[in-house]
């Protein structure tokens, strides 16, 4: 039966969501029934993996279809974004599955998360936001949640601190050597560029200083297409604005074709859940903000089902990547269930920060409740809805996804990847190696990071795992079968595998030929690009006097 031309598209991506979190993957204590009608309804992946354990390089390679560090959103020096007002994100050379489906008709809109940059030089030129990447709509939020947004900890100030405080010290010291050549007559500078140099330091420090007492002001803030619509955002309502604009895209499009890329904000700190949900679940905070997520999927399918669209539409469910894991403040958990895997979120290779879970539905297309265990990859949804819409995967760069198409149909048995690779930041820290004719699948961890030596989950120095410091390298790699140990729990050794010596072999020639396929890009996370820079900051008033708040009718904050 030959796949009908351009469906109506809609991908939902989750948060931070655990594959342990949900009740079609294991979960008998968290209530997840629409996503489990999704799995009974399509095709469920159980080895679905993340470009990366951290969303911003994570969503890059899921808007493209390949590895960040392809293109620049790769970093040692910043993981992920974490200003709206920073320069860095997405290249306008790099083309998203928006991009080529607007090409052929379709309507595209992105409604929740974005975080993968605003602007470059000016704070209206918007060069990395979403409508300047294959989207005729956008609501949401540019950048993420964070704890910021509740005012209960400044995650983001704590780590920043430290270097606006250098730099400040640094032009502080500039300019009193400045001064004392002028007053000594050493340096022919007048009075005037001294006194606007002065100020200059001095607003430079304000504006920072500032900020990190309002980084709810600055990030939390709902944009609609280029407008900024709420700063900061009302938490409690948020979940409701998403909802709505969601559905009211898909009712407003019905006609289609059109692309909906859902990216919801749970299951991110701070968990923001509306008062219907809370205390409902069985897990804290954390269950009831799940809950609202599956409930939110549900008025999605609804909708589909109350227009009529429900067979021509290809529905999408996944998260960006793992769970967090030994989140605590004020002694209550935030985090997720990564299920039986090892690890979490920003924890490197480890299978918990990129096994995520995967759905596909799409009635009389797809079959019903089949489930497959083969790697396939976030980046794969790039090629498989540009083809679906009719449009030609770019054929001038490198694309590491795969059309999943002819699997999800039962058309082939063996997924397309044969190698994968996993990256913390832009350092390789482990890669697998498909070996069909076998069906064993081998995992070698090159760099892994060193836990917290006290047992607490979490990293040496923080939740959180650097990818060049506080790590072990190994030589030879950590070698995992990963067909009988997915947990990753018992590495392998030559007396325990004859083979070890030949699969290392292997995916040690795998990974040079894939570095042979990287070329030099600028790097978009490095120190410069990632700080925050006020001329570049979004703002619904004449900058520092910023402040809005989005008009909602009281039905639309149930």
Not at 31 to 38: A, E, F, G, K, S
Not at 56 to 84: H, K, N, Q
Not at 482 to 489: G, V, Y
Request: charged share 20%.
């Amino acid at each position: 039966m030959p796949i009908p031309t351009k469906p109506n598209i809609v991908l939902i991506l989750a948060d931070d969501l655990g594959i342990g979190d949900v009740g079609c993957y294991g979960n008998d204590t968290l209530r997840t029934p629409n996503i489990d009608r999704l799995a009974r309804e399509g095709v469920r992946l159980t080895q679905h993996i993340s470009a990366a354990s951290l969303c911003t390089p994570s969503r890059a390679a899921f808007l493209t279809g390949r590895y960040p560090i392809r293109s620049g959103m790769a970093s040692d020096e910043y993981r992920v974004l974490l200003w709206t007002a920073a320069s860095g994100g997405l290249p306008a050379n790099e083309t998203t599955f928006g991009k080529i489906l607007q090409q052929q008709g379709y309507t595209t809109g992105l409604v929740g998360k974005w975080h993968v940059g605003v602007s470059c030089d000016t704070r209206n030129d918007h060069c990395h936001h979403p409508l300047n990447h294959g989207f005729h709509y956008f609501y949401g939020t540019p950048l993420t949640l964070a704890l910021d947004c509740e005012n209960k900890h400044t995650e983001i100030g704590r780590r920043q601190m430290p270097t606006y405080w250098l730099y400040t010290r640094i032009a502080a010291f500039l300019l009193f050597l400045l001064t004392l050549g002028k007053v000594s007559g050493y340096l022919p500078v007048s009075w005037r560029m001294v006194s606007i140099l002065g100020l200059g330091v001095f607003l430079f420090f304000i504006s920072w200083y500032s900020s990190y007492g309002f980084i709810r002001h600055w990030d939390c803030i709902l944009m609609r297409n280029h407008e900024v619509r709420e700063q900061s955002m009302v938490l409690e309502r948020t979940p409701s604005l998403i909802r709505r604009e969601a559905i009211a895209f898909i009712e407003r499009n019905k006609q289609g074709p059109f692309l909906l890329f859902l990216s919801l904000l749970q299951v991110h700190t701070p968990l923001t859940t509306s008062k219907n949900f809370l205390g409902r679940s069985r897990h804290g905070l954390y269950g009831d903000n799940v809950e609202e997520m599956d409930w939110i999927v549900g008025k999605i399918l609804e909708t589909l089902d109350q227009e009529g669209l429900t067979n021509n539409t290809l529905v999408y469910f996944a998260s960006d990547h793992g769970a967090v894991l030994g989140f605590r403040i004020e002694g209550v958990t935030l985090g997720g269930w990564n299920g039986i895997y090892k690890g979490g979120k920003g924890m490197g290779g480890w299978e918990g920060g990129i096994r995520v879970p995967g759905i596909f539905r799409w009635p009389g297309v797809l079959p019903a409740g089949r489930v497959i265990d083969e790697p396939t990859s976030l980046m794969d949804v790039f090629p498989t809805v540009v083809q679906l819409g009719g449009g030609q995967v770019p054929q001038d760069r490198v694309i590491d996804g795969r059309d999943l198409m002819p699997l999800l149909r039962g058309q082939v048995s063996h997924s397309e990847h044969e190698f994968l690779f996993h990256y913390c930041g832009s350092q390789l820290h482990a890669a697998r190696w498909y070996q069909r004719e076998s069906g064993r699948l081998w995992k070698a961890h090159f760099v892994t990071p060193v836990f917290n030596p006290e047992g607490h989950v979490g990293c040496a120095r923080s939740v959180l795992c650097s990818c060049h410091n506080d790590v072990t390298h190994h030589d030879p790699p950590l070698l995992f079968d990963l067909s009988r140990d997915p947990s990753e729990a018992m590495p392998l050794s030559p007396s325990s595998e004859p083979s070890f010596y030949v699969v290392i072999s292997h995916i040690q020639e795998a990974t040079r030929e894939h570095h042979r396929t990287l070329t030099p890009v600028p790097r978009q996370l490095s120190g410069f690009n990632a700080v925050w820079k006020p001329w570049l900051q979004p703002c619904c008033g004449v900058f520092p006097f910023c402040w809005c708040q989005e008009n909602v009718h009281p039905r639309d904050e149930l």
